[in-house]
């Protein structure tokens, strides 16, 4: 793991203090023009203006001046597959078609460990030239697979989540576990990772389709004996989906009614998708604290549907944003929130660009909570901070020169960045991108 000496980095701060209300709310945030972070031992010890977090600094701390960039705490990615490297940009139909003629064929090859370990390289490659700090991703049903993903962020320091995809039926033999076998196997790659340096583990049945009763029970037992652990599955992605899966329980009333018979629903359930909701889950969502995962580019690929947020919103759902790889077809944070806005755009829900800054920092960190450790720019917390370009490319560049204030910039990035616009990644303070020190 990276070492972090001490340093100063200077530029123009933003963090979020909490939930924007739409244009307007200056007070949600915190923003310096000449700012300052003083890292200290992969931590941040001191924020604000520069002149005063300079005067905390030891003497002879060397100081990288960032200026006129932005320095923003690092993107949190909540949703995706580490097994669909190489299945992103597959031509296909709908979700299970698209599962079934590449998503498990590419799974497959994650039982041989070095195979995990090369595509791990690049995963995190590209995670970090996108600025995105943390994740929480499928792993294959393989125990190796997990044993790759969380290797190579504790090589780079990263503060990752993931887990061994549970699935026992509707998918090849060789993907294939059992209800034993995957608690079995889970049980032993949480108590070797979670809490592990940065690691986290997270619970993984893929979904009531590959999932047997007694497995499903089986996770649930998991989630009661390791309270502190993060669970992950998907819900009501795809109407061919939701039909299936109430044919295989056809006692349950819904979809989620499924995942809430065994147990699985808590404040750290992090369900992927929840497009097509009805009112009944929506309530028991609220009650249990569970997190609605939207997925924009993943549902806009795969055609499965619009994420409805102001109807979750108005039945206090906690919502998160992710790139959902490899049904998502970007790992940029910032060409998933674009494709966000487009998709509550078309239901007539415009965001401010507070808004959706803060959903991918502070507002993905609390739906894991986890904003006491990340997600923001305040002291005590671990120095994962992105620095980015709103004039990084030709056509950015000449926007920008209209831009009148912060909200534009940012509405520029989202709209015309990608990782060209990540001049820097810190991970725990040491620069990861672009050779910072």
């Known amino acids: 793991m990276p070492q972090s000496p001490t340093k100063l980095l200077r530029g123009r701060t933003v963090s979020f203090l909490r939930r924007p209300m739409g244009a307007g709310d200056e007070e949600a945030l915190e923003a310096h023009e000449d700012g300052g972070l003083l890292i200290e031992n992969g931590l941040i010890t001191a924020a604000g203006d ?3 977090v300079a005067a905390k600094a030891p003497e002879g701390t060397p100081v990288t001046d960032h200026r006129p960039h932005l320095i923003l705490p690092g993107f949190i990615d909540t949703h995706l597959h580490f097994p669909q490297a190489q299945v ?13 003629d590449y998503t498990f064929p590419a799974e497959q090859r994650f039982a ?27 792993c294959s049903s393989h125990p190796n697979s997990v ?8 090589r780079r320091g990263m503060r990752m989540l993931g887990g061994k995809t549970m699935m026992d039926r509707n998918a090849p033999a060789a993907l294939c576990d059992t209800a034993q076998s995957a608690y079995d196997d889970s049980r032993a790659l949480l108590e070797k990772w979670h809490g592990r340096g940065r690691a986290l583990y997270v619970i993984t049945p893929r979904f009531a389709i590959t999932s047997t009763p007694e497995q499903l029970e089986a996770a649930g037992t998991l989630l009661r004996e390791f309270p502190d652990c993060h669970l992950q599955t998907h819900i009501n992605e795809n109407l061919n989906e939701i039909s299936y899966t109430l044919e295989l329980y056809p006692q349950d009333a819904d979809y989620l009614a499924i995942y809430e018979r065994y147990g699985l629903l808590s404040r750290k359930t992090l369900l992927g998708h929840c497009i097509h ?22 549902n806009l690929f795969l055609g499965s549907g619009l994420f409805d947020k102001a109807r979750l919103d ?7 944003i992710a790139t959902d790889i490899g049904g998502g077809t ?41 904003a006491d450790r990340i997600g923001t720019l305040e002291p005590g ?39 060209r616009a990540v001049v820097e990644t810190y991970v725990a303070g040491v620069g990861m991108k672009g050779g910072a020190s």
Request: aromatic share 10%.
């Open 50 to 52: 520069f002149a005063a």
């Open 88 to 100: 992103i940009a597959s031509w296909a139909d709908q979700l299970l078609d698209w599962l079934n």
């Open 112 to 138: 041989d460990k070095a195979h995990g370990a090369r595509i791990a390289r690049t995963f995190y490659d590209t995670l970090i030239a996108h600025g995105t700090t943390t994740a929480v991703a499928y």
């Open 147 to 154: 044993e790759a993903y969380f290797e190579e962020a504790e």
């Open 277 to 298: 909701m009805n009112d009944r889950e929506l309530a028991v969502m609220r009650e249990t604290g569970s997190v609605a995962v939207f997925c924009p580019t993943s």
């Open 314 to 320: 108005s039945a206090g759902v906690r919502t998160a």
């Open 330 to 370: 970007s790992y940029s944070m910032l060409r998933t929130l674009d494709e966000g806005y487009k998709v509550l755009q078309l239901q007539r829900q415009r965001l401010h660009p507070y808004e959706t800054f803060y959903w991918a920092t502070r507002g993905n960190a609390e739906s894991l909570s986890l």
């Open 381 to 419: 917390t671990e120095a994962d901070i992105i620095i980015l370009n709103p004039a990084a490319t030709p056509e950015m560049a000449l926007r920008a020169e209209t831009a009148r204030s912060l909200a534009d910039e940012l509405f520029i990035l989202q709209t015309l960045g990608d990782d």
